[in-house]
C-alpha cells in the first residue's frame, strides 16, 4: 500500500533542512508545526522535507523535491564520509537495510553489525550516527531480555548511546526537578516517537533498579521531547520559550504514549511524578 499523501499550502512554503529549526507532525489530516529550538527573529524557519537515518535514505527521497540537493549541516557531516568513497556509504546503507529487513539477529550478531557500521563511517565524522543508534537500540532490547541486573545497566548504556548518535545531548541531573537531557533543542533529524520510546524504557529500566530519580527524570524527559515545553535554563530556573515536538503537554502524551507507558507498567509512576 502507499504511503498517504496530502498537499498542504501554507506549510508548502517552508525551505527545507534536513536538521530544521522546526518539525512537522501529522494528526489525521492536521498538520502540526513546532519549532524545535528558540528562533530568533528574522532567523528563517526551515522543516527536514524527508526522514531517513542514512545519507542515501534521506537523498534518494529528496532528488524529487530539490534539484540542488541539501547542503544542511548533517548532510556537510554526512558529506564528510565520501571522503572514504561511495563504497563505504552504499555498505553502511546496505548494512542498514540487512537490519531492517533481516532475519532476527543474536546478540553478538548485533554486536558484530555495530562493528561493521563504525567501519564505514570517516574519522572525522561527529557524534550524530544514527544508523548505529538503530543497532544499539536493539543491542539494548536484547540485554533487557536477559532480565538480570548487570545485562539491565548493559541496557541503560546501550540506550543512552543510541540517543546520543540521535543527536541528543544528555548530562546527569544533580537535582530532582532536572531533566537529564538539554531542553535548549530537540534534534528534528529524528523519529520522536522513537526515542520517546527510549526514555520510556530508560525509566522503566532505573525503576527495576530502585533508582527513582532516574526514573522519574527519564520519563518527565519523554513528556518533554514528545509533547511538553521547550525550555531553556536560566539563574536556576526553568523558563518556557515555545513548545517543542508536537504540543498538547500530559494529556496528549499518555494519549499517545498510554499504551507504551502501560507495557512498561509505568502507569502508577506516570500518575506520581508526571
Known sequence: MDSPTGLY??????NHSCDGNAAWTCIGEVMVIRATEHIS??????????GGYSYVERHSTLKHFMLSGCDCWLCKECKEDLKDGKAAIQRRHELYTKLLKGPKYSLAELRTLEQQIAKTYSSSRGPVRPITSKVQHAIASKLIALDSPSTLREGI???LKALKGFGYKLHASSSASDLPIAMDRLPSMTDFYMAAC????LSHLFLRLDDDRNAAGWLKAAVWGESGA???????HYLLVTNAAIGGGKELFMLIMGLRIEHAG????ALHVL
Open 9 to 14: 499550502l501554507l506549510p508548502s512554503l517552508f
Open 41 to 50: 527573529a528574522g532567523t528563517e524557519i526551515t522543516l527536514p522535507y524527508a
Open 157 to 159: 548504556k546501550e540506550e
Open 198 to 201: 527510549i526514555m520510556i524504557c
Open 230 to 236: 521547550f525550555l531553556s535554563r536560566s539563574r536556576s
Open 266 to 269: 509505568l502507569q502508577e509512576f
